[in-house]
């Protein structure tokens, strides 16, 4: 009986030191400034199925599937003007005229009934020529879900928070 018993935890020893399969997504460029080019997403393993989001959110089985190289470039440059929504109380609030965005490309590696195989891959891309290195100096992207700020009972950038 011990015998089977050390057996059996040398067994399971194998299993929690034996090198784990990642399934998570790799890009083909990391991010940082460039000018327009193909992105290339990948996963270790040719069945799993890739989906995707531009816009900053955790990909689900319902985002798009990646089949293809992503062409960075004004198409998949986010029009959104979140800089506009009022977060303060309105004697503080200034509504700036632009703001410098980028392309935030998160990916995640999925089975064949919809199900995440592993971490989140994030990465984010400054396209010159869409005026995202306007000063030369270097950048900080955040990358945050968008309930995570708005979401009204957990959301940290919302106004009635801001004047308690």
């Known amino acids: 009986m011990n015998?089977?018993?050390?057996?059996?935890t040398a067994a399971a020893l194998l299993l929690c030191l034996a090198p784990s399969e990642a399934q998570e997504v790799t890009f083909s460029t990391p991010g940082g400034f460039y000018n327009p080019f193909e992105?290339?997403?990948?996963?270790?393993?040719?069945?799993?199925?890739?989906?995707f989001t531009t816009n900053g959110n955790?990909?689900?089985?319902?985002?798009?599937?990646?089949?293809?190289p992503l062409l960075l470039n004004e198409r998949l440059f986010s029009s959104s003007d979140i800089y506009t929504i009022r977060n303060?109380?309105?004697?503080h609030w200034f509504q700036p005229k632009s703001v410098q965005k980028c392309i935030v490309i998160r990916a995640a590696a999925f089975d064949q009934v919809g199900n995440c195989l592993g971490k989140i891959a994030?990465?984010?891309?400054?396209?010159k020529s869409l005026e995202c290195d306007?000063?030369?100096l270097p950048a900080v992207s955040l990358c945050v879900d968008s309930l995570d700020l708005f979401d009204y009972e957990t959301g940290i950038f919302l106004a009635s928070i801001l004047t308690l």
């Open 58 to 68: 955790t990909p689900t089985a319902d985002d798009p599937i990646y089949h293809e």
């Open 88 to 91: 303060c109380p309105e004697e």
């Open 3 to 8: 015998r089977l018993r050390h057996l059996l």
């Open 39 to 51: 992105l290339t997403l990948s996963c270790t393993h040719q069945d799993k199925v890739i989906h």
């Open 134 to 136: 306007r000063y030369g």
């Open 122 to 127: 994030t990465q984010s891309y400054f396209i």
